[in-house]
């Protein structure tokens, strides 16, 4: 979709960069209450791989976005083929980062892992919740008066 603005320039929405950014508006929601729980009950390191899981989850998102976005763009062609590699590739980075935390040693590692791997199914499920109840993309509902 196309949108004039301003001086006649056309903008295009970013849908995927709108639900990337509601995902980490939830992230930054949830973490700090995570962290929190997590650690009073494990310590500080716990408290730390909590921050470092949901960086790198809401990082993951964001490229996941600014990629299919832009492949949405310029090559629409190319999309399916494009959100599969950049999937593995990504899924190869998450891994290499893992193994980062775990080498360095400067987390609880057994809560990284779960909070990687929770996190993203909490937000996924959070926001299919937010989307099937306001029946639009996150941030495009209409607002009352527009149409």
């Known amino acids: 979709m196309t949108d004039t603005a301003g001086a006649g320039a056309p903008t295009i929405d970013r849908i995927e960069a ?64 494009v959100a599969l590699m950049s999937f593995l590739g990504r899924l ?10 775990k080498a360095l040693g400067i987390t609880d590692w057994p809560v990284f892992c779960l909070v990687l791997l929770g996190g993203y199914f909490v937000l996924l499920i959070w926001e299919l919740r937010s989307v099937s109840m306001s029946l639009a993309y996150p941030g495009l509902k209409p607002k009352p008066g527009e149409s």
């Open 18 to 81: 709108t639900i990337a950014v509601d995902l980490a508006k939830k992230a930054l929601l949830a973490a700090p209450v995570v962290a929190l729980v997590l650690g009073l009950w494990r310590g500080p390191d716990a408290a730390l791989a909590v921050v470092l899981a949901v960086a790198v989850v809401v990082a993951n998102l964001f490229a996941a976005a600014e990629i299919l976005g832009f492949t949405a763009r310029h090559a629409p062609h190319l999309l399916t083929g």
């Open 92 to 101: 190869i980075a998450i891994t290499a980062i893992g193994v980062g935390v």
